[in-house]
């Protein structure tokens, strides 16, 4: 056998004791130091285990591949309980499983507002009595419903969703129309305007963009992701770029599809800079869920916040969820609000940070780094160290400011134990008290419990 | 006296820079005991012993205790090691440290390697080491306390992948000149040396260089590769590799005994080029014999192995202690001297949470101070990574067990090109009162004399 090491000039990999380094150092051998630090605690065992299985390293790189691979098309608008046969009185919500009682503020107040939305109360006070009785009330994570929601996500049958479809594997994922920012059912408001919004929204915008992307045909959210992240979007709190994109796109369609709504569909629309979230979120379920029971695999597929927890799904643990408590969020406040007024950590809207989007994709973002508290070069340093714990760099969501760098793609379980680095996530907050709506927007760190549990758990699978 | 005991959770830093940090704290007049070290049970017995109050920690917390003559001095001692911690650390701290990969993973995808040097704690050795295999990269573990069946899952993904796994446990190779672990500077020639025994194969490699015989590359295997359990898996790969690389002449593969039906089946491997072969055991040439075989292999003459004499006096029937940082050494003279108690200080059981001897000589100080009598027999190896100025700390112990009328004898290890400089090293432990001998098998042989033993 020819060994490559004996071929040419030695360059070194040094990790470990720094006198073996500086031993290289001085007879002038080329290095590269590795920065290691032991890692998190109670997690040498298994991470051995884990690395040691003869299934992990293929079932990784064929579990992000097909991450990767993933062609999200937008292909239908339609109402969920047609296309996720939801039946009234059951609600999706955000995040991992979670009951009334243990349910926050926001995910009670989005939870009374679909109540009302859907005539099931005449009164707040109605709707919680009910909801508290569990009468007639089913509650479900919309996870297990290849479905996503930001904030509290509650998803009820008369909203319509957006239907993606992943032109290479096949799958399908559903998010709904977004509310725009301020008092809205997803932060937990339940006034009235919220409601008629909500009305509105289901027999004015839902139809219209129906039958707008039926004349257009299937909307390739691929291209329009890598382009709007090239136009200074992250695609978790900054979706500017993007919106104006699809507006572009759908905009003549739905003139013709409907002269008549078509200056208020398009000026709601153009209102919200936020309104392509949903479509983003929902193209990247699809590519999160191809990538789904990979045996062996200690990729990511799923993190989402119910308000209360913070949980995980990995490829290789079906559809198991590693919960923690979630964190409040560091970042500044709209008004008059402050970390008193914050909510735990909610929303499925980390599915763009399983996917490589949101804080891991921070450096394409300077327009907001001041928004959630920071400056550039701390922008580019969360996207640096999300390299540290992805398994791929995106071949098409590039940052132009790094080199036209692939985004980092495919958190690895075993990589966070390692550098004890917890994903970087970008985030809207919300009021702790129902019926508030959103306070600010600011980072957020997963608790590393979730990543330690789950990385036991891969011990067993 | 004032005492400054704190733990910091979550701060690491390696075992050999905080042994430089406790080492320069404790210079200074003013400190009567330092220590600044990983909070491990070992390291947390030996901050109690010295009567520090430390609180409950774990060994993944750092621990700092530090004893000064006055509130003033521990004040000032404390911000000292406030700056050697900062400026120990890779990159120099802050942003620069932030951009630095955090795993061997990271760094091969940044940066085009040949080969990678792992020696993290030996619970953390084998992730680095996956990561160094699945880039396709060739890897030398120094650490040791690597459980034996992920040594053997890692061989076998090494072997599928045309890579190889040096080590764990292995404390020296030479790949095309450079030196890793603990490396003599060796001159380039046709000797190309496999080892499972890093300073069996410093002491071969280093008399070749003294005899004017070069080295082509030396590839340790690590001191279990050719057990039963892991069948030389590497030791047959390292063969073939050498047999196929063109500077390579003749090919010597040293160990301790194998494994008998290991060693059938390396003996089988058809290789193009001569072997041979220095199995260090009862009835085996020892290793300066095998060198001097090589030498006749390649018609070159042997020379006289430098020795420095002393007047050590005669101590008929002992006690001989024989203090090694070398296992194949220890084990080597332990044989030649057939009688008295031998000590391998690089033995995992005194390296847990803690520097190689070779590099951090305080345990075996501490056990030459304790000899009252008889000979002592001990090794000091130089080269790349050992311990800079071995004699700085060693020749002062040699010449208080002198004194006090024990004989000692040491074998030192090295070659001229050594930045330690084997004749002034030499030279130093003899005026200390030493003989001192660059062949170990000599040294033993020396020390059997003074003992009286047959």
Redesign the interface.
Known sequence: ??????L??????????????E??D??A?PR????????L?GT??A??RV??D?RR?RANALAVGRLLSARPRLVDVRPARDVLGLEPGTFFHAGPPVTWERASGPMRGALIGAMLFEGLADSPEEAERRLAAGDGITLDSCHHHRTVGPMAGVVSPSMWMLEVADAEHGGTAYCSLNEGLGKVLRYGAYGSEVVERLRWMGEVLGPVLQAALRRTGPLDLRSLIAQALQMGDELHNRNRAATSLLVRELAPAIVEAAPERAAEVLRFVNGNDHFFLNAGMAAAKVSADAARNVPGSSLVVAMARNGTEFGIQVSGLGDRWFTGPAGVPDGLYLGAYGPGDANPDIGDSTITETVGLGGFAMAAAPAIVRFVGGDV?DAI?AT??M??ITLAEHPAYQIPGLGFRGTPVGIDV??VA??G?LPVVNTGIAGRVAGTGQVGAGLVTPPAEVFTAALQALTQA | MSDLVEVRAGVYHDSVSLMRVSQALAARTDVEAALVAMATELNVDLARDLGFAVPAATGGDLLVAIRASGDEQLEQAAAELDRLLTAGSPGGGSRARDQLPRTTRSASRAWDATVALVSVPGEHAFVEACDAVEAGLSVMIFSDNVPVELEIVLKDRARDRGVLVMGPDCGTAVIGGAGLGFANVLRPGPVGVVAASGTGAQQVTSLLDLAGVGVSHLLGVGGRDLSAQVGGRSTKQALLALDEDPATELIVLVSKPPAPEVAAAVQEQSLAKPVVRALLGPGQDDLTTTVEKVLGALGVPVPEWPSWAAENPSVPGGPLRGLYSGGTLCTEAALIAGAGEFTDFGDDEYTRGRAHPMIDPALRLEALAAVESGAVLLDVVLGHGADPDPAASLAPAVAGACERGVAVVVALVGTEGDPQGLRSQAARLNEAGAAVFTSNAAAARHARLLIGAS
Do not use: F, K
């Not at chain 1, 000039?9 to 006198?19: C, D, K, L, N």
């Open positions: 056998m020819t060994l490559s090491m004996l040419g000039e030695p360059r070194v990999i040094t990790v470990g004791a720094s006198v073996l380094g031993a290289l001085q007879q051998v590269a130091p590795v920065d290691w630090r032991p890692p605690p040498p065992a991470l051995a690395l040691a003869p390293e070069p340093a640096t160290s390299y540290e075993t990589l390692r550098t680095l």
